[in-house]
């Protein structure tokens, strides 16, 4: 049976702040948002989305899962003056130079 990547659901304790910087980094928007859960996506019906969800507990551990992104196009040079690291090398692969968000989100995650 085949299946398709619905969303990445991230525990938080700021949902809307952390939906907001991902919005931005991304180019996304809020697609919708309640005390329960703030789901972002490219659109309202596009797939994969982003659901925040809230979390009781303290972080006490670095996060398990980074998201590499690729700037295109201008957008690399304007990507790499924001949040202030360098574009990756072609060809990719999991790096933690590349990651775009900054200390303080990693810590809100």
Not at 20 to 30: A, E, I, M, S
Not at 36 to 58: K, M, N, Q, T, W
Not at 59 to 65: H, V
Request: proline share 7%; net charge neutral; with cysteine.
């Amino acid at each position: 049976m085949a299946v398709r990547w619905y969303q990445l659901a991230v525990n938080a304790h700021d949902l809307p702040s952390l939906a907001r910087f991902w919005c931005q980094v991304l180019d996304w928007r809020v697609v919708f948002e309640s005390e329960e859960e703030v789901v972002i996506a490219s659109a309202p019906d596009a797939l994969p989305g982003i659901c925040f969800v809230p979390v009781s507990e303290r972080k006490t551990a670095q996060n398990r899962l980074h998201i590499d992104l690729t700037p295109d196009g201008q957008a690399a040079e304007a990507s790499e003056a924001r949040w202030g690291s360098p574009r990756p090398k072609a060809g990719g692969g999991c790096s933690r130079s590349g990651r775009a968000e900054p200390t303080s989100a990693r810590a809100r995650a």
